[in-house]
């Protein structure tokens, strides 16, 4: 938990502003990606899955991996 608060503190969205200056937007970004990967129909199982990725769920845990925070910065309606 404690890399991703730096990741949402640290880094800059694709258009080079940052995601957050301060806990309170910190928390509002935090917020909107949980909101964005809760809307997204793949993350949330909502469609069909790949072959061989049938018992596949996303979790709390893949949510914080790189491949989860791309998966949900690139891939879902909303820029993060």
């Known amino acids: 938990i ?3 608060w730096k990741f949402v503190l640290t880094s800059e969205k694709s258009d080079g502003t940052r995601r957050a200056t301060d806990a309170p937007e910190a928390m509002a970004w935090i917020r909107g990606y949980f909101d964005r990967a809760r809307d997204n129909d793949f993350l949330m199982g909502r469609g069909p899955k790949a072959p061989g990725h049938a018992g596949w769920q996303c979790d709390f845990d893949f949510l914080l ?3 989860g925070k791309r998966q949900v910065i690139e891939k879902t309606k909303e820029a993060a």
Do not use: A, I
């Open 2 to 4: 404690s890399r991703f």
């Open 65 to 67: 991996t790189e491949k």
